[in-house]
């Protein structure tokens, strides 16, 4: 297959998948992680319109690490946030998502503006030290105050964030 038929091939399944009709089964079979009260939010299966100019918000930050041979490491984690719900912690590794490879904060908010979509669930594979690789299902939301009272509305100014150590060699992002 030609290369540019087989991006428009994954460009056209892409789509599919932020279109297609999520059910009730779909939520359940991801929400294991997530607490009663994200669960009932989930099922209202709210996302914003097309027209709506939404930014996704998945709860952390990420800072470049040098001494990981230079991936990706969560800075920080808004508790209760979508990535604290799924277990991400500050000092775990994000390495992709949607099976989409990331090493830099650059390849980060690529694949967050491609595969994130508001409303809707983004798996994301992270390596935690020591314990191995993890594949977690994120509910991306959105701080955006301008949709506040949204079932996928995450207020950060009511939330904490959990902070790793600081590092040496490393530069941070801004919230992811």
Known sequence: ??????????DDLESLERT??????????????YTREYKELMMRREVPGPEEAVSPF????????????GNLL????????????VGMRPGDEVVAMENRRVRTIADAKKA??????????TRITVRRPDEGFYVANV????????QSG????????????MRAPKRSSTRSSKRK
């Not at 967050?112 to 669930?121: K, L």
Request: one cysteine or more; hydrophobic letters at 40%; proline letters at 3%.
């Open 1 to 10: 297959m030609e290369l540019a038929a087989r991006n428009d091939l994954i």
């Open 20 to 33: 297609r009709v999520v059910t009730d089964d779909d939520i359940l079979a991801v929400t294991k992680d």
């Open 58 to 69: 998945i709860g952390f930050s990420l800072t470049e690490s040098v001494e990981v041979d």
């Open 74 to 85: 969560i800075e920080s984690v808004y508790e209760g946030g979508p990535a604290y719900q």
């Open 112 to 121: 967050v503006s491609c595969v994130c979509n508001v409303g809707r669930v």
């Open 139 to 146: 509910w991306i939301m959105t701080s955006d105050p301008r």
């Open 150 to 161: 949204k079932s996928y509305f995450f207020d950060v100014t009511t939330h904490n964030q």
